[in-house]
């Protein structure tokens, strides 16, 4: 069972950058369908980015040009590099590994973005 740790969070004014990480403690690290997911007080998980195996990446409309998502597999690392932050995308950002139909999570870390 692969153990997902979350950092990076934290207050951000409009425009700013956050960049996430996500340490992973599987070996097999490079094998997982990785992503980033967040919520927000009182709605529903969404999603914000994927990144497969391969390296292929996937993005909400929401983020797409200014969310970039990325791996270390050497580090076992999962990134998000967050540009022209908005207000609407402030809330609690989850680390998501998927292998075979099954998912793993981390505990989240907060994203502000205010002024």
């Known amino acids: 069972q692969v153990q997902l740790v979350e950092s990076g969070g934290g207050l951000v004014q409009p425009g700013g950058s956050l960049r996430l990480s996500c340490a992973a403690s599987?070996?097999?690290?490079?094998?997982?369908?990785m992503g980033w997911y967040r919520q927000a007080p009182g709605k529903q998980r969404e999603l914000a980015a994927t990144?497969?195996?391969?390296?292929?990446?996937n993005y909400a409309d929401s983020v797409k040009g200014r969310f970039t998502i990325s791996r270390d597999n050497a580090k076992n690392t999962l990134y998000l590099q967050m540009n022209v932050l908005k207000p609407e995308d402030t809330a609690v950002y989850l680390c998501n590994a998927e292998i075979y139909g099954v998912n793993f999570w981390g505990q989240g870390t907060q994203v502000t973005v205010s002024s």
């Open positions: 599987d070996r097999i690290f490079s094998r997982y369908t």
């Open positions: 990144i497969t195996v391969g390296g292929s990446t």
